[in-house]
């Protein structure tokens, strides 16, 4: 089970932008697809982005053209740069490992404690 450490959270403005990061232990990051979830307060958790071992990624509808997911290997890191914030991006993000089957992203790893990002004016 990979373990995983998310930041890159804050308190922003409508229109700003925040790039969070997450940086995962284990020997075989670059084996496994990374995903980034979000939960608002009350909501359920909802993937927003995911990325394959060979970089291709797919979003919500909600965050296309504005954010963007990207991965460091040798850094076993995975990014998720946002821009255009919106208040209902107000949630806890969350990054996860683990595959795509059929088409769907299906998370493996335990949960991390998440960074919260507050979009507010």
């Known amino acids: 089970q ?21 940086v995962a232990s284990g020997s075989r990051f670059s084996l496994y697809a990374m995903g980034w979830y ?15 071992t ?14 963007t997911i990207s991965r460091d290997n040798a850094k076993n890191t ?8 919106k208040p209902e991006d107000t949630a806890l993000y969350y990054c996860n490992a683990g595959d795509f089957y059929g088409g769907t ?12 990002v ?3 004016s």
Do not use: H
């Open 38 to 52: 979000r939960q608002g307060l009350g909501n359920q958790r909802e993937l927003v982005a995911a990325i394959t």
């Open 54 to 67: 060979v970089g291709s990624a797919n979003y919500a509808d909600s965050v296309k053209g504005r954010f």
């Open 105 to 116: 992203y299906f998370p493996r790893s335990s949960w991390g404690q998440g960074t919260q």
């Open 118 to 120: 507050t979009v507010s």
């Open 78 to 85: 995975v990014y998720l740069q946002m821009n255009s914030l």
């Open 2 to 22: 990979v373990q995983l450490v998310e930041s890159g959270g804050g308190l922003v403005q409508p229109g700003g932008s925040l790039r969070l990061s997450c």
